[in-house]
């Protein structure tokens, strides 16, 4: 069943003296329960492309649709509710609030469903241990490592088992067992809970965690991938050729 639809969709940032055309042309579909990769260098769009999906950035042209409804459309109340009950957003910059724990800044999405504190307990406690994070629940952002911060907002993003996780470089700043970690949690949300996820990553190991990769360049799509009946190793491999055309900084993926 198709969950998300992008028609068409350019972005253009800045004015007619200096203009950026950071997508141009993307069309593309998701199926309820896939795990994409969006993979492309430093600049060729990717944060913008998943911040048009969050809808936390705007369209200049084209459509978005989730379950068929254009989100693009979206303003106010619906716009609140549709953000906080079906995504689950990890940043490149984490977003964390300062002024609350780890554990706060978790459970805060789940507080604001109502959800009862003893399940809260349970189910912080469940994610904290699947991601390595129990002895920093108590701390505040500025007393935890940038591991640490990334482990958090990737929790925070996921407790409440949204329907579409959109995550930029999520193991951008994770040593390689955090990022497997992380990684793992991902793979197993998808096939446990048949969570969609969006994944940018410049990281070819990171990206063979998906059943598909989609290549960007210039605003554009250049390639697709998927992973059909291939191990995750054989997938890394095709993953590599593919970077290795665009240009990509392999050296630092193996
Ligand atoms: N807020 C902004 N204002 C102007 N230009 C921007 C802004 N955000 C991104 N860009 C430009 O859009 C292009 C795509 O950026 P981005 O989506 O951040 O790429 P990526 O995430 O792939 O590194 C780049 O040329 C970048 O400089
Ligand atoms: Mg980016």
């Known amino acids: ?5 992008v028609d068409q969709i350019e972005k ?11 997508i141009d042309d993307i069309s593309f579909s998701v199926n ?6 969006i993979m492309g260098a430093s600049g060729s769009g990717k944060t913008t492309l998943l911040n048009c999906i969050s809808t936390i950035d705007h369209v200049t042209s084209g459509h978005i649709y989730l379950e068929g409804n254009d989100i693009t459309k979206l303003k106010g109340k619906a716009l609140n509710r549709f953000r906080r009950e079906k995504l689950g ?23 604001i469903q109502g959800v009862h504190q003893s399940e809260i307990d349970q189910r912080i406690r469940k994610v904290a241990e699947q991601l390595g994070i129990t002895e920093v629940l108590k701390k505040y952002p500025y ?3 940038g ?5 958090v907002a990737s929790a925070r993003a996921i407790i409440t088992n949204p329907k579409l996780i959109l995550a930029d470089e999520p193991t951008g700043a994770l040593d390689s067992k955090s990022s497997r970690m992380l990684l793992e949690r991902f793979s197993y949300l998808n096939q446990e809970y048949k969570a969609t996820i969006m994944m940018v990553t410049h990281d070819s190991f990171s990206a063979s965690y998906a059943s598909r990769v989609i290549f960007i360049r210039d605003g554009k799509i250049y390639h697709e991938l ?6 995750r190793k054989e997938f890394f491999s095709k993953i590599i050729d593919v970077m290795t055309l665009l240009g990509g900084d392999v050296s630092d993926a193996v």
């Open 1 to 5: 069943m198709e969950l998300l639809k």
């Open 12 to 22: 253009y940032y800045g004015n007619k003296s200096s203009l950026t055309k950071a």
């Open 32 to 37: 309820q329960g896939e795990f994409v990769a």
């Open 89 to 111: 957003f990890i940043f490149q910059d984490f977003n964390l609030l300062d002024t609350l724990t780890a554990y706060e800044n978790i459970s805060l999405a789940l507080s």
């Open 143 to 145: 007393q935890m490592s």
């Open 147 to 151: 591991g640490q911060k990334q482990r």
């Open 226 to 231: 998927v992973r059909g009946e291939d191990g």
